[in-house]
């Protein structure tokens, strides 16, 4: 069990398509590692290369938010099947400290996905659920809420991402000397 490093926008692995995971045996340290990010962190959700880990794997819980009957959600492999209608909302991201976008998404998901066992399941999701997976999703294809908005929004923010990226790049560095 561990907190680890969360990675910054700037930095490689985050605009990798993630690999689908082939073998669940070994997950449960990573899940683990990755809520204690998370709740470190003090966010709703948290994608697998978002702490530098290459696969299709995230993790959400809104239980502050919303008050669901299940609150804590692993997803593995997932995938959006079936979207509707539209939604606007305020996102935040990890990897993008301090910066907060209105983000234009579907209101309605069909959601495929693989549970710890590697079980499939196939759910409708909606409101800040459905939003949160969406979000997550998009990280593990290497899309982030800035390539959600116009150029001019984009702009507004510009100044943090270029020093966000400068500090992941620094940091990704760092990380590659510690390897050596
Ligand atoms: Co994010």
Not at 22 to 32: A, M
Not at 76 to 82: A, Q, T
Request: aromatic share 8%; net charge negative.
């Amino acid at each position: 069990m561990a907190v680890r490093e969360v990675v910054h926008y700037g930095d490689p692995i985050l605009r990798k398509v993630c690999k689908p995971v082939k073998d669940f045996k070994n997950l449960p340290p990573l899940i683990d590692d990755m809520f204690h990010t998370m709740y470190e962190e003090s966010g709703i959700g948290l994608a697998a290369n978002q702490i530098g880990v290459d696969l299709n794997l995230f993790i959400i819980d809104i239980s502050d938010i919303e008050d669901e009957v299940e609150s804590v959600h692993i997803f593995i492999n997932g995938e959006i099947l079936n979207s509707s209608g539209e939604s606007w909302f305020e996102e935040g991201c990890l990897s993008i400290p301090e910066v907060r976008l209105e983000v234009k998404r579907p209101e309605f998901i069909q959601f495929k996905y693989q549970d710890e066992s590697g079980n499939e399941h196939i759910e409708e999701m909606s409101g800040l659920l459905a939003r949160a997976i969406q979000h997550e999703i998009d990280h593990l294809k290497g899309v982030f809420i800035t390539d959600r908005v116009t150029k001019t929004v984009k702009m507004t923010v510009e100044k943090d991402l270029k020093m966000i990226a400068e500090g992941a790049a620094t940091r990704a560095k760092t990380r590659k000397a510690f390897i050596l």
